[in-house]
Structures are given as structure tokens and as C-alpha cells.
């Protein structure tokens, strides 16, 4: 399992993906956010499911970009959803019948020279797309249960990338505790709209214990300073 978010704001793109790989009863980090930079083309590329489809629809897709050149990030999108189903050809039956699902799923935000601006879409296993608007400004991709609730009550379109990032971390974290197949360090890629200039940014577990710490004390704060008036009702019918 994984965790990848793309949050979409008018400010640009923020991207986070967790480096816990298992692979039976081994553990190891690798990174899972691929970044593809040209001159006016900036592309990440993040995906949860068999590491070894993921590594080989990237091959794939990486020759094809020695060859081909986009003008627009949906046009790379079809080109990575064809080597994914590609992939699917080649893998699907034998993977299935050592008893592994072919399920990878991708995230692809960016913005190429014809586009008007920064783009984010998710690509399903059947290599289909949908696009992201500012109405859903996020995506999560793996083990993405837990940490919905916190991007759903404070992202929207207006929020700034700080904030964004600043939320995308602590619903990470939510993940986090939550499961033990997610975990740091973290990547982090940044873009900002019309720059053609992705960045990106390794965390570890101690540089952000200072944060996780900060966020338990003010949630439990927030709870006990939750007025509790209104159960008095029910408690008032439990016998003396």
C-alpha cells in the first residue's frame, strides 16, 4: 500500500508521496514521485500499486519521450495510460495467476507549453483518465481513508499553496498512524502556476516530529474545548 495526493489550487500544484515499499516480508524506501523536466514542460508522476508494473510502464514511457514531443499534458497522459495498458498485455496474466491484482493507479500533474494552465488528472489500471477541476482540488491514490477528512474540510480553490501543503501533510499523518504500510520519509513536489519549474522536497520522520507533536496536542485541545452541554440528554437517562 501507498499513499500519493496531488492537491490543485489557482496557486499551483503540491504533490506528497510516502517511500514505504513492502515487498513480502521486506521493507525498503524508493521514491515514488517522478519528476520529467524540460524547457516550458514541467511533469510529475506518482502511482500506487505492483511496483515492478510502475517501473516498467516508467521505462516504457521514458523511451517514448526520447521520441515524442507534447505540446499538452493530456497528450502525455494518453501516452503513459498506452504503456500502462501495454503493460497490462504483457503482465496481467501472469501476475494474476500468481494471485496479484494489476492495479495501477497514477497521478499526473503539470503544465506543458500549450497549456493554458497547471493540470492534474488520474489515470486508472484500464489506462481512462479523469481530469481534476478546481471543484475537487485533490486526488489520493493508495491508503486513502483516513486522511480525506482534514483535505475536505479545509482545501478549495482559493487556498494558497502553503496551506495546502500544510494540510496535505497532516492528512498524510492521519494515514500514518493509522496504518503501518505508510509511513516517511516523504516527497514533496511543488509547482507553481505558469513557471515551468517543478521542485521537490525529501522530509524525514524527524524533521516533521515537532509538527505531528504540535497537531495531537491541538486536537486533543480542540476536543476538550468542545462545549458538552448537548449530551447531557443522553446521559441523564443512564441510571444513578
Known sequence: ??????????????????????????TTIKKKISILQKEHSSMFIMTSGLRSVRDKAIVYF???LETSEFNKLYQAVNAFGKQVRRVADEDRATLE????????NTIIGGQ????DEHKLFLLYPEGNWV???????????????HGKAILNRILNEDSDMKLAL???FLSFDSTRVSSNNVD??????LYKKGTFQLIDQRYTQKDMADISAQWDDELKNALLNIPGEWM?????????
Open 184 to 189: 516517511f520519509p516523504i516527497d514533496v513536489a
Open 1 to 26: 500500500m501507498t499513499y500519493c495526493l496531488g492537491i490543485k489550487v489557482k496557486e499551483g500544484l503540491i504533490a506528497i508521496a510516502d517511500t514505504r515499499v513492502t515487498t513480502g516480508t521486506d
Open 131 to 145: 481530469e481534476l477541476g478546481l471543484g475537487a482540488p485533490f486526488v489520493v491514490i493508495g491508503n486513502s481513508g
Open 112 to 115: 506543458l507549453e500549450g497549456d
Open 166 to 168: 500544510k494540510a496535505g
Open 232 to 240: 447531557d440528554k443522553a446521559f441523564d437517562k443512564l441510571p444513578k
Open 97 to 104: 495467476k500468481a494471485g496479484f491484482k494489476f492495479d495501477l
Open 62 to 64: 521514458d523511451e517514448i
